[in-house]
Nanobody
Framework: QVQLVESGGGLVQAGGSLRLSCAAS????????MAWFRQAPGKDRECVAR????????YYADSVKGRFTISRDNAKNTVYLQMNSLKPEDTAVYYC????????????????????WGQGTQVTVSS
């Protein structure tokens, strides 16, 4: 059974930065793409970033491109989301998720493509 545990959320002023972490356990981490989703109150869950099993392939939603960076450390079984220039509209619960199949690349943004999810971490950006 895979476990994903997020950390690093919090309250930050607009223009500030936060770094989210997601520690994984349970199956070969390096074989699977990982993604970060977010869900704001009353809105659908949105994929904001994805990193393939091959570390160099990274994908971003237009809403965060140029501000967020996804990365992974396979030796630590951890994926990160560095969030800069935060805006009030980035306020949401952020979730990490693991691809349902190994060795996949490409921008797979549907939650149906992911089997395992973390519990979520709240990010609040004040104006």
């Amino acid at each position: 059974q895979v476990q994903l545990v997020e950390s690093g959320g919090g309250l930050v002023q607009a223009g500030g930065s936060l770094r989210l972490s997601c520690a994984a356990s349970g199956r070969t981490f390096s074989s699977y793409a990982m993604a970060w989703f977010r869900q704001a109150p009353g809105k659908d869950r949105e994929c904001v970033a994805r990193i393939a099993w091959s570390v160099t392939n990274r994908y971003y939603a237009d809403s965060v491109k140029g501000r967020f960076t996804i990365s992974r450390d396979n030796a630590k079984n951890t994926v990160y989301l560095q969030m800069n220039s935060l805006k009030p509209e980035d306020t949401a619960v952020y979730y990490c998720a693991q691809d349902r199949n190994p060795w996949r690349s490409g921008w797979l943004s549907s939650s149906d493509e992911y089997t395992y999810w973390g519990q979520g971490t709240q990010v609040t950006v004040s104006s």
